[in-house]
């Protein structure tokens, strides 16, 4: 079964870093690529990053370019997403993603929190 896991989040101070972990398992991991999202309250579902199934290329959203970074391990099936300098508006829940052609996979989400 094509199972996601999050972990990494918490409450952070602005100007934090954190790194997020997505752990993969039940398909061909190195296969895909693999993308994270993320969703504040009352705000729109946003890409964050994006990389390919083996991590040659990568893409980020504006609003995270250049504090973020997006990494994979082939080898033990996991995607990273450093996030340096947090501001308050980057809290939201982060989701890890895998688009399996047939459907979109969703992990359980973890929340990040920026305040002081």
């Known amino acids: 079964q094509v199972q996601l896991v999050e972990s990494g989040g918490g409450l952070v101070q602005p100007g934090g870093s954190l790194r997020l972990s997505c752990a993969a398992s039940?398909?061909?991991?190195?296969?895909?690529?693999m993308s994270w999202y993320r969703q504040a309250p009352g705000k729109e579902r946003e890409l964050v990053a994006a990389i390919t199934s083996a991590g040659g290329s990568t893409n980020y959203a504006d609003s995270v370019k250049g504090r973020f970074t997006i990494s994979r391990d082939n080898a033990k099936s996991m995607v990273y997403l450093q996030m340096n300098s947090l501001k308050p508006d980057d809290t939201a829940v982060y989701y890890c993603?895998?688009?399996?052609?047939?459907?979109?996979?969703w992990g359980q989400g973890t929340q990040v929190t920026v305040s002081s």
């Open positions: 993603t895998a688009d399996l052609g047939l459907k979109r996979y």
């Open positions: 039940g398909f061909t991991f190195s296969n895909y690529a």
